[in-house]
């Protein structure tokens, strides 16, 4: 008899553990972003290797092109593009500075989901899959100022066990457009002093944060409480420029590198 209970509870322990490795095909539910205030990222079960072939990138697409600023209210197009693995799990949510959801996800594509968790909305697989996936952003209302997505993703070897997976984790910033939506000039009128730019990029006033972004929505630079920063080192190219006034308000540029 106590054999017999032995092997019982040996083949009900394997069960669970099999389905608890299954439960994460289906999405690990919770907030595993590892945003401020979620719950960590998925390295917490599935090892803490980071991949060093995974690529995830973030856009945000207002008919046809990717942008890094947002008009409060107005909905745009949400793509996730996660290379690396044929078998990917992920999690993503867009938080402004008081870690809780900025905007809405919704028209999410098949094998995803939306739900909430505690503060934060959770857009996430519940089939493991690759490639793109995508789904309309409703931007939040008016001074919310900036917008970070924070996603982490799981990048499985597919032999149904958490040995072996890697997993990545990436956060894109996109800021509040200023109401008078000239590309140039914020509320306080600021602006860029010159344009082409050659090794200084300068404004006319000092700001209180500013990012630098290529045309491909990698953040390459960022300079705090000042009117300068070098760019002498980046490629030529178009580049953009988000930043916010020392005064709180926001604005943004577009700007050539010589």
Same mark, same amino acid.
């Given at each position: 008899?106590?054999?017999?209970?032995?092997?019982?509870?040996?083949?009900?322990?394997?069960?669970?553990?099999?389905?608890?490795?299954?439960?994460?095909?289906?999405?690990?539910?919770?907030?595993?972003?590892?945003?401020?205030?979620?719950?960590?990222?998925?390295?917490?079960?599935?090892?803490?290797?980071?991949?060093?072939?995974?690529?995830?990138?973030?856009?945000?697409?207002?008919?046809?092109?990717?942008?890094?600023?947002?008009?409060?209210?107005?909905?745009?197009?949400?793509?996730?593009?996660?290379?690396?693995?044929?078998?990917?799990?992920?999690?993503?949510?867009?938080?402004?500075?008081?870690?809780?959801?900025?905007?809405?996800?919704?028209?999410?594509?098949?094998?995803?989901?939306?739900?909430?968790?505690?503060?934060?909305?959770?857009?996430?697989?519940?089939?493991?899959?690759?490639?793109?996936?995508?789904?309309?952003?409703?931007?939040?209302?008016?001074?919310?100022?900036?917008?970070?997505?924070?996603?982490? !993703?799981?990048?499985?070897?597919?032999? @149904? $066990?958490?040995? +072996?997976?890697? &997993?990545? =984790?990436?956060?894109? *910033?996109?800021?509040?457009?200023?109401?008078?939506?000239?590309?140039?000039?914020?509320?306080?009128?600021?602006?860029?002093?010159?344009?082409?730019?050659?090794?200084?990029?300068?404004?006319?006033?000092?700001?209180?944060? !500013?990012?630098?972004?290529?045309?491909? @929505? $990698?953040?390459? +630079?960022?300079? &705090?409480? =000042?009117?300068?920063? *070098?760019?002498?080192?980046?490629?030529?190219?178009?580049?953009?420029?988000?930043?916010?006034?020392?005064?709180?308000?926001?604005?943004?540029?577009?700007?050539?590198?010589?």
């Amino acid at each position: 008899m106590n054999k017999n209970y032995i092997k019982f509870g040996a083949i009900i322990g394997t069960l669970i553990v099999s389905f608890s490795m299954l439960s994460s095909s289906n999405g690990p539910g919770g907030n595993k972003t590892g945003a401020p205030g979620s719950s960590g990222n998925c390295s917490g079960c599935h090892g803490n290797t980071p991949s060093n072939v995974g690529i995830i990138r973030v856009k945000i697409i207002d008919n046809g092109t990717q942008v890094t600023t947002y008009v409060p209210g107005k909905t745009y197009d949400l793509e996730l593009n996660i290379l690396g693995s044929e078998k990917i799990g992920f999690q993503l949510s867009a938080i402004n500075d008081q870690n809780k959801a900025a905007g809405t996800i919704s028209n999410n594509s098949s094998g995803t989901q939306v739900y909430n968790s505690g503060s934060q909305q959770i857009w996430g697989h519940n089939t493991p899959g690759s490639g793109l996936w995508t789904a309309k952003w409703t931007a939040p209302v008016a001074n919310t100022g900036s917008v970070i997505f924070y996603v982490a !993703a799981v990048l499985a070897d597919g032999n @149904g $066990k958490n040995s +072996g997976d890697y &997993f990545n =984790s990436f956060n894109v *910033e996109i800021t509040e457009e200023s109401s008078n939506g000239n590309d140039n000039v914020s509320k306080s009128q600021n602006q860029l002093i010159q344009n082409p730019v050659g090794d200084q990029l300068t404004l006319q006033h000092p700001v209180k944060s !500013a990012y630098i972004w290529n045309s491909e @929505g $990698k953040l390459i +630079g960022k300079f &705090f409480h =000042s009117n300068q920063f *070098e760019v002498g080192n980046i490629a030529p190219g178009v580049y953009h420029l988000n930043y916010v006034n020392e005064n709180g308000s926001t604005g943004f540029a577009r700007f050539v590198k010589q």
